[in-house]
């Protein structure tokens, strides 16, 4: 097999991956366990059965009484109703590029259009008659601002002996400290169960992106549980027992997520309801047996995580003590790889003050990492280029024997100590790096909304402008497959270039492919992010200049010693 065949099949597979076909593992439901089955019909309320006239988000937060919610990178507000927090704005993060863009609204309260909250209380088994709190209880709180400095109490007396309270804690970034206290001044032993649940109505808007996963997720039993909605929508409810992890909703860039007490087991619930018209996904854990003396008070913890999913945030509360909170970035098959990249990109990023110049310099650091193998690519592509005068005549003098043609190839390349085979293995050691970045690029936060320099706003969308409107000059809407913008056209020039210094493919067909390849990933890159093509020219021009220099030193117009 000639060279460039090798490196054909080592530009598909690259394309394979860039297309990001990723395997999809269904999640089976757990049976569900004793304790499950016995308090299944109490826990975990399921949304009301009639359907609600949706109202206006701030109308619904103008009516409910509210304690404000403020620190450095949130904002927003827990309804006294149902001690639900279900208000949650980011100050950094801007809904669109637009000058009067507002920030975004991750939370919304319950009743508004996308509904999306948690809630936390207990349930029983055995006390049929205990009134608890419920999504209604009106709670009272001894302060009017939760901060990072000023935790909050709520409390509320069932009249009947019991006193639960609430104390919620919030630190400087996106987490809440859950603490549920129950106060039992009866005459008898009460049993409860703590419980916490995100509630979200509505399929939200997804990325589509296939290498990209959204919607459920959890880590239970050591692994990561990812459910599509669709797959939810259809099994309704799927369970698992677990002594340690979290669950929760998770979005391209945002994530909602419950971390029940690390040190006891708990049930994680990944659940689905009908109402009217519309869809509710809700991820909830049921707690521990908690047995509370007459006379006593018992106390469960836990946390609650509604923010951005930045790499280091993440990564602190995992050294904390939540396992592999990391995950929640889904960082693929290649972690190991993809992870360093991701920290490499924020470094950059924040080094350079800019995520463009920040790939720039990842791809050039990631070059000098792969030269080696770059480098043996490029000089077994260089030697079977000197061969090519001599590989053309054996073709055309064995061209109707193609056994004799073979073997006399064959005897060539051991005359010559040449290997086809070393171009095209050097590449595909190079695709489980390159996909990594690929998923790095694509899944980080740092590329959202991230300018670049002239026309390129956003490195996380594809280039704005295209060749068929002159680049914006005239006003027309093209369709998306149309939408050749300047950095895809610099891409597939680069490539272009790229196959000019390779040696021709002896097969006409070949060679008819292979020059087509370049047209064929224009209109390719075109659809994805700007960030992606820019990675994808800089290491064409890197490879090109290697290439160049290597073609140089081996004087191609000499013969192969």
């Not at 549920?180 to 409860?192: A, G, M, P, R, Y």
């Not at 995950?327 to 993809?338: C, E, V």
Request: proline share 6%.
């Amino acid at each position: 097999m000639g060279d460039q065949k090798n490196l054909l099949l080592a530009i598909l597979a690259s394309l394979v991956v860039l297309l990001g076909f990723q395997l999809f593992f269904p999640t089976k439901e757990v049976p569900k366990t004793e304790s499950m089955q016995k308090i299944n019909e109490n826990f975990a309320p399921a949304p009301e059965i009639l359907a609600e006239i949706p109202k206006a988000r701030n109308q619904i937060i103008s009516e409910s009484a509210r304690i404000n919610i403020e620190n450095k990178f949130i904002n927003g507000s827990i309804n006294l109703t149902g001690a639900r927090i279900d208000d949650i704005i980011f100050n950094k993060y801007l809904l669109d590029l637009a000058p009067d863009s507002e920030n975004i609204k991750f939370l919304s309260p319950k009743g508004s259009n996308n509904s999306y909250f948690a809630e936390f209380g207990w349930v029983t088994s055995n006390n049929k008659n205990i009134e608890l709190p419920d999504a209604n209880t009106i709670w009272e709180s001894d302060r009017s601002i939760l901060s990072s400095d000023n935790p909050i109490v709520l409390s509320w007396d069932n009249g009947n002996g019991l006193i639960f309270k609430i104390t919620i804690s919030i630190d400087n970034e996106y987490m809440f400290n859950i603490q549920q206290t129950v106060i039992n001044n009866t005459s008898e032993e009460i049993i409860l169960y703590p419980y916490g649940l995100i509630n979200r109505t509505g399929l939200p808007k997804l990325s589509g992106l296939f290498i990209l996963h959204e919607g459920p997720i959890g880590v239970l039993n050591d692994r990561v549980k990812e459910i599509d909605y669709d797959d939810l929508e259809n099994n309704n409810k799927i369970s698992e027992k677990s002594k340690t992890g979290w669950l929760g909703i998770t979005d391209k860039y945002w994530l909602a997520a419950l971390i029940p007490d690390q040190k006891s087991n708990f049930e994680g619930h990944f659940q689905s309801f009908s109402q009217g018209t519309e869809i509710k996904f809700q991820t909830s854990y049921l707690g521990p047996q908690i047995s509370i003396p007459s006379s006593k008070q018992e106390s469960y913890s836990s946390q609650f995580y509604a923010g951005a999913k930045e790499v280091s945030i993440l990564d602190k509360h995992k050294k904390s003590g939540i396992p592999m909170f990391d995950k929640a970035i889904d960082f693929g098959w290649f972690y190991i790889i993809t992870k360093p990249l991701a920290y490499l990109l924020h470094f950059f990023s924040g080094y350079l003050g800019n995520v463009g110049l920040a790939i720039i310099a990842l791809t050039i650091c990631i070059r000098i990492i792969l030269f080696p193998l770059a480098n043996k690519s490029f000089k077994s592509m260089n030697k079977m280029k000197v061969l090519q005068p001599q590989m053309m005549e054996i073709r055309e003098r064995y061209g109707k024997d193609k056994v004799q043609m073979q073997k006399e190839v064959m005897a060539l390349y051991k005359k010559e100590k040449a290997n086809p085979l070393a171009g095209c293995l050097p590449i595909l050691l190079q695709i489980p790096v390159f996909f990594a970045l690929y998923k790095v690029l694509t899944v980080t936060l740092e590329m959202r909304q991230a300018p670049f320099f002239g026309w390129i706003k956003d490195l996380s969308v594809p280039d704005p402008y295209s060749i068929f409107n002159l680049f914006g000059l005239i006003p027309i809407d093209l369709p998306s497959f149309l939408m050749i913008g300047t950095w895809p056209l610099l891409m597939g020039a680069t490539m272009l270039l790229q196959q000019k210094l390779n040696p021709a493919p002896p097969d006409p067909m070949q060679a008819k492919i292979m020059g087509m390849l370049p047209f064929i990933f224009i209109f390719l890159f075109a659809q994805f992010a700007a960030g992606l093509v820019l990675y994808w020219t800089c290491n064409n021009i890197l490879s090109i200049a290697q290439q160049w220099i290597i073609m140089k030193k081996m004087d191609t117009n000499k013969p192969v010693k």
